[in-house]
Nanobody, 120 residues
Framework: QVQLVESGGGLVQPGGSLSLSCAAS????????MRWYRQAPGKQRELVAS???????NYADSVKGRFTISRDNAKNSVYLQMNNLNPEDTAVYYC??????????????WGQGTQVTVSS
């Protein structure tokens, strides 16, 4: 019943920018954390950025200063602004949410992923 849907991926040249969005829908009581992960071909999935309900953010060292995570609580959405992209950023980007569907029930949810390709 809870779904996360990403959008905004695509092809961009090195040095360019993209903005990703993720909307959570369904029976949601409280969202604790929202995160962006990415997985490049042949590599493990890695955490890119996280944002908790209090507004605290964390970023992977490889994206600090270039990526910004934000959220719109009213829309149950999280965004990832990606600037100064390089080919190493090429990956499928996944939205992730740790949320409660009731006062005592929580789970981790994943979006389907959106492809980001950085190439000239």
């Amino acid at each position: 019943q809870v779904q996360l849907v990403e959008s905004g991926g695509g092809l961009v040249q090195p040095g360019g920018s993209l903005s990703l969005s993720c909307a959570a829908s369904g029976s949601i009581f409280t969202i604790v954390d929202m995160r962006w992960y990415r997985q490049a071909p042949g590599k493990q999935r890695e955490l890119v950025a996280s944002l908790n309900s209090g507004g605290a953010t964390n970023y992977a060292d490889s994206v600090k200063g270039r990526f910004t995570i934000s959220r719109d609580n009213a829309k149950n959405s999280v965004y990832l602004q990606m600037n100064n992209l390089n080919p190493e950023d090429t990956a499928v980007y996944y939205c992730n949410a740790y949320l409660y569907t009731s006062p005592s029930t929580w789970d981790i949810y994943w979006g389907q992923g959106t492809q980001v390709t950085v190439s000239s």
